[in-house]
């Protein structure tokens, strides 16, 4: 089966972007497209003993009428997952999709994602879920868990996408940035447009030599690729450079270290999703 796009999708401000930053991708990608939505797990009436307070009757009524106010809205829920997935799909296939696919499951994202992560090429998530505050600035832990657990490429969007005109990857030297660069120039996704080559750090000898190296291999597939190398805290000195020079997209390593050294001294993947303010591809 050829590995597809998967696009969560939950009703929030979020979903316009993430339908059409994963139609754009399927596009590029010549690759099926699915939008997942997820429905919650069905809620059962406690069962505790209450007939020693209001009776036992009265008990026996409260629990048959919570059973039924938990159907009903479990048949509400299952509608409203039928339009949105109607109205993403619809969405797609305006933008040129052909035949997008609706999906709906039980059970929680990180759970059901890593069940189908074999079958995605792609994950599209949104910054925040439908519970968040737009204009929050918590980078909320659904999210987090997912681009910890998911070995997947995973472009993350905020409330609005527009096909990127250029784009930029933060290259650390590291194992994943380095193989970022093979994918981003190899794959149909960024194919023509310029892809600026960041570090964030010292200008050492061999940082100037691994950006070279990088520039190589990006310019032998066809791409324009400045480079630049920027003394600072990464969150800080990217984004400036972002906005300086209008990028659309960034792309970046995922969660680099230990989870007890990011406990003691943050992340720069969550600082970044969290002041970012156009989409990021995260690779791992």
Not at 35 to 62: N, R, V, W, Y
Not at 68 to 78: F, S
Not at 131 to 156: Q, T
Request: hydrophobic share 45%.
């Amino acid at each position: 089966m050829q590995p597809k796009v998967m696009a969560c999708i939950d009703g929030s401000a979020y979903s316009p972007a993430v339908c059409d930053a994963s139609a754009w991708a399927a596009l590029q990608l010549e690759a099926p497209l699915t939008f997942l939505h997820l429905l919650d797990k069905p809620q059962h009436p406690p069962q505790s003993d209450l007939s020693g307070t209001i009776g036992f009757g009265a008990q026996e009524t409260l629990l048959e009428e919570l059973a039924a106010l938990d159907e009903k809205r479990g048949k509400l829920a299952l509608e409203r997952g039928r339009q949105i997935l109607a109205a993403a799909m619809e969405r797609a296939r305006t933008a040129g999709v052909i035949a997008p696919e609706g999906l709906k499951r039980h059970g929680g994202l990180v759970e059901t994602l890593t069940e189908m992560e074999d079958g995605i090429r792609l994950l599209v998530l949104g910054k925040r879920g439908e519970a968040s505050d737009i204009a929050s600035d918590h980078v909320g832990s659904r999210l987090e868990r997912v681009i910890r657990a998911i070995r997947r490429p995973i472009l993350v969007t905020t409330t609005e996408f527009q096909p990127p005109r250029r784009v930029m990857l933060a290259f650390d030297g590291s194992a994943t940035t380095r193989k970022g660069i093979n994918m981003v120039a190899t794959s149909p996704l960024f194919q023509g447009l310029p892809c600026h080559l960041v570090m964030a750090g010292a200008d050492t000898a061999e940082a100037r030599a691994q950006l070279a190296e990088a520039r190589q291999t990006m310019e032998a597939a066809g791409f324009t690729a400045p480079t630049a190398i920027l003394p600072g805290e990464p969150e800080n000195v990217l984004s400036a450079y972002q906005k300086e020079h209008d990028i659309d997209l960034m792309i970046m390593g995922a969660y680099g270290h230990s989870r007890i050294r990011q406990l003691l001294v943050g992340s720069t993947t969550t600082a970044m999703i969290r002041k970012s303010t156009i989409p990021l591809l995260l690779l791992r």
